[in-house]
């Protein structure tokens, strides 16, 4: 069985940097054809895609959000860390991550955290 | 960059048929995925590549690609079924997800 959980602050001021951690059980980022990525919702928005690690240590990033995010993982700890710099109220949202196989999740994202709300606000 | 474009709304009476369509530029060339998000609860997949439905998903669920458009097809509509629905591609090896379409059974 495969579970993922986001961890990490629920409030963050304006211009910080916020860092989420996701850990997983039930497959390794050590394996190959495995991947996790981060999908973020505002409130009453759509989701939107911002990031992603394969098990190559291959990243991607959203074009609109690639100056300020960085993915990590740390196949030790079954964990994959995000940070996103100089955050503003409108990066509130529900931070989600998710579990894919293959490049391009040819699988599509078959399992999702729980996600955590963010709150940007001074 | 890439979009993918979903009417916001879809209205469909319980056990009628309720068709999403999310369109972008030779999305047929690409795997279109769709999740359901219900209120409070994570997204699940419930298409990938473009009709494959993945294991505990209804056979209510279909999913096609044809020329600039995917739809995503719920047969036999259900009360449980109402939720908004994303369509999503890859366009040079980055993710896009359309922007949802809430589906409400009436």
């Known amino acids: 069985q495969i579970t993922l959980k986001e961890s990490g602050p629920a409030l963050v001021k304006p211009t910080q940097t916020l860092t989420l951690t996701c850990t997983f059980s039930?497959?390794?980022?050590?394996?190959?054809?495995?991947?996790v990525a981060w999908i973020r919702q505002p409130p009453g928005k759509a989701l939107e895609w911002f990031a992603l690690?394969?098990?190559?240590?291959?990243?991607r990033y959203s074009p609109s959000l690639k100056t300020r995010v960085t993915i990590a993982k740390d196949t030790s700890k079954n964990q994959v860390v995000l940070t996103m710099t100089n955050m503003d109220p409108v990066d509130t949202a529900t931070y989600y991550c998710?579990?894919?196989?293959?490049?391009?999740?040819?699988?599509?994202?078959?399992?999702w955290g729980q996600g955590i709300l963010v709150t940007v606000s001074s | 960059s890439y979009e993918l474009t979903q009417p916001p709304s879809v209205s469909v009476s319980p056990g009628q048929t309720a068709t999403i369509t999310c369109s972008g530029g030779k999305l047929v060339d690409k795997y279109a995925c769709w999740y359901q998000l219900k209120p409070g609860q994570s997204p699940v997949l419930v298409i990938y590549q473009d009709r494959r439905r993945p294991s505990g998903i209804p056979e209510r669920f279909s999913g096609s690609n044809s020329g600039n458009t995917a739809t995503l097809t719920i047969s036999g509509t259900q009360a449980t079924d109402e939720a908004d629905y994303y369509c999503q591609a890859w366009d040079s090896s980055t993710m896009v997800f359309g922007g949802g379409t809430k589906v409400t059974v009436l």
């Open positions: 690690i394969y098990w190559t240590d291959d990243k």
């Open positions: 039930g497959f390794s980022l050590s394996t190959s054809g495995v991947g």
């Open positions: 998710a579990h894919g196989l293959g490049y391009d999740f040819w699988s599509g994202l078959t399992d």
